[in-house]
Every structure is written in C-alpha cells, then in structure tokens.
C-alpha cells in the first residue's frame, strides 16, 4: 500500500497522495512531473488563499523521492515535552511560538539529539522520551540553496513541575513556557502550521506505557 507524504512549503501543507481527498480548499494536481514539483512555492505565493496542495500519483513513493531530489536534506530532531502538572514546553523563537528541536549531530542518535536539543534550547532537564511522534518536513532556503529539513518527533515527559527554563539567546529563543492543553489561541495564531497539527497530535494521546 503506498504511502502518503507531507511537507510544508512557505507554511503550507503539500501531500503526495493516491487517493482524491474531500477537501475542495486545497488545490489538486494530478500526476504532477518535475517542472510542477520545481514550480511549488511560486505556485503557493500565487495562490495565498489555498489551504494546501494534493500532488494525486499512482506511485506516491516515486513522487516524493523525485521531490526530495530537488533539496539539501536536513535531519533534526525535537519533543513535545509535558511536565507532572499536565502543561506543556514551548518557546518563543524569532517572534514565533516554536518547540524545541535542532539538527542532529553526526553520529548522534536521533533520541539522544531530540533530548539534548530541549536541554540546550530551554534549560529544562530531567526527561524521558515517551513515545515516537513520527515526522515532519519542511523546506527553507539556505544562502540560495534549497533545503528540506526532516525532524523526529518525540512525546517526552519532565520529572518536575513548572519548572523555570532558560532560553538560549544564541538561537534567538527569547522565552520558555509552560502552557497549557488545548494550545491557548495567543498561541495559535502566532505559530508555524506544522508545529500546531504536532502539537495537536501529542495532546491527543496519553502518557500511558
């Protein structure tokens, strides 16, 4: 059974599906070739009203390989992190409520890189990875180079309360808070989409083993 990808471009959801979705807001292309895929961002700055694309392929697999061909691929690694009072970590990161991730080092596992990458980014210790949260992907450009950054995501607890982080400056991280479930509509609507539909999932499940 194919699968079905997602990335977000310019904060847009893009799927590479099989199947017609019943979402007439979105805009569907089917059987897209490598000039539509190249041409994505320009078509999304085109179309600001569109809450999404579908790219409708027989072999989805090919279509996100032959899309993934076009980028500098990026592995990151990141959690959501809930204390023992039941909120949640976020922090505030170039003006935008943001969780807490960063590239993985060489080497490095990805579990211990999602661990050391809330340490660093917000001061808070004492955590243990849950569960696996699945990925997200995203693209950027980096000095004129087209980049695709695939993050692992983790369900993580801290051992403590409220306990009070301390943002790194150096990553433009500027506050680390503990908020609470659902996600405060502030709070929404001054974060990324993909970071939002994440947060959304986490909060959904339990901490249960």
Same mark, same amino acid.
């Given at each position: 059974?194919?699968?079905?990808?997602?990335? $977000?471009?310019? &904060?847009?959801?893009?799927?590479? +599906?099989?199947?017609?979705?019943?979402?007439?807001?979105?805009?569907?292309?089917? =059987?897209?070739?490598?000039?539509?895929?190249?041409?994505?961002? &320009?078509?999304?700055?085109?179309? +600001?009203?569109?809450?999404?694309?579908?790219?409708?392929?027989?072999?989805?697999?090919?279509?996100?390989? @032959?899309?993934?061909?076009? $980028?500098?691929?990026?592995?990151?690694?990141?959690?959501?992190?809930? @204390?023992? =009072?039941?909120? $949640?970590?976020?922090? =505030?990161?170039?003006?935008?409520?943001?969780?807490?991730?960063?590239?993985?080092?060489?080497?490095?596992?990805?579990?211990?890189?999602?661990?050391?990458?809330?340490?660093?980014?917000?001061?808070?210790? +004492?955590?243990?990875?849950?569960?696996?949260?699945?990925?997200?992907?995203? !693209?950027?450009?980096? @000095?004129?180079?087209?980049?695709?950054?695939?993050?692992?995501?983790?369900?993580?607890?801290?051992?403590?309360? &409220? !306990? !009070?982080?301390?943002? +790194?400056?150096? =990553?433009?991280? !500027?506050?680390?808070?503990?908020?609470?479930?659902?996600?405060?509509?502030?709070?929404?609507?001054?974060?990324?989409?993909?970071?939002?539909?994440?947060?959304?999932?986490?909060?959904?499940?339990?901490?249960?083993?």
């Amino acid at each position: 059974m194919a699968r079905m990808y997602e990335v $977000y471009i310019m &904060n847009r959801p893009v799927f590479f +599906q099989e199947n017609t979705p019943n979402d007439a807001r979105s805009l569907i292309l089917r =059987e897209p070739d490598k000039s539509t895929l190249d041409a994505l961002p &320009n078509l999304i700055r085109q179309h +600001q009203d569109l809450e999404g694309i579908v790219l409708l392929s027989s072999d989805p697999d090919a279509l996100w390989m @032959n899309f993934c061909y076009g $980028y500098r691929e990026i592995l990151a690694a990141g959690c959501v992190v809930r @204390n023992r =009072e039941g909120t $949640y970590l976020w922090i =505030e990161r170039n003006g935008k409520w943001d969780l807490p991730k960063g590239k993985v080092e060489p080497e490095e596992k990805i579990e211990d890189a999602a661990i050391r990458e809330v340490e660093e980014e917000t001061g808070i210790g +004492q955590l243990s990875l849950v569960r696996d949260l699945g990925k997200t992907h995203h !693209t950027y450009e980096e @000095n004129g180079v087209p980049m695709l950054k695939t993050t692992f995501w983790f369900l993580a607890e801290h051992a403590g309360g &409220n !306990t !009070t982080g301390a943002p +790194q400056a150096i =990553e433009g991280i !500027t506050g680390v808070h503990w908020l609470p479930s659902p996600t405060p509509e502030a709070v929404r609507t001054e974060a990324y989409p993909s970071i939002l539909a994440l947060m959304d999932r986490a909060t959904a499940t339990t901490f249960e083993e």
